[in-house]
């Protein structure tokens, strides 16, 4: 495994929020709203365009925190958040995912993303939200910082 990292959720305010934080860390901020996604997000309501799709803040090659905001509409809870695992291998990826899944929910079966990686997300067992990431390896396409680490 690579790495562990927190995700955070917030409700339109992920971009005070991680600035907040950057400051208190001194940390580097990277920020993608949803209207700056590479790809077209026809899911992604007008009202929602500059919410924060992700953010990451990184100290060095360390990942310290990422984040991001809920859609309008969607439940929200103060203190919402997720692990996510950056994981070194499709092999452990698809480990880790099946094991953490036993008697849980997928939310988002792992696919290919737009930013060169294999993601996928599910609510365990005990109702912890899990993000699992694997970084292919470059292949020619666009690369985003955002889940490199």
């Known amino acids: 495994m690579k790495e562990i990292v927190t995700f955070l959720s917030f409700d339109g305010y992920c971009r005070q929020a991680m600035e907040f934080y950057q400051e208190?860390?001194?940390?580097d901020l990277f920020l993608l709203p949803f209207s700056e996604a590479?790809?077209?997000l026809p899911w992604v309501p007008a009202d929602a365009k500059d919410r924060i799709m992700h953010a990451t803040l990184t100290n060095g090659p360390s990942t310290l925190l990422m984040a991001s905001d809920i859609l309008p509409?969607?439940?929200f809870h103060p203190g919402n958040s997720a692990v996510m695992i950056h994981c070194e291998s499709l092999t452990e990826l698809e480990r880790l995912f099946t094991a953490l899944g036993v008697n849980g929910k997928v939310t988002m079966a792992l696919q290919d993303t737009f930013w060169g990686a294999r993601f996928g997300t599910l609510t365990d067992q005990f109702g912890i939200s899990w993000m699992f990431n694997f970084a292919h390896p470059?292949?020619?396409?666009?690369?985003?910082?955002i889940l490199d680490a």
């Open 24 to 27: 208190c860390l001194g940390a």
């Open 38 to 40: 590479p790809v077209e």
């Open 73 to 75: 509409g969607t439940p």
């Open 138 to 145: 470059t292949q020619g396409a666009r690369k985003p910082p």
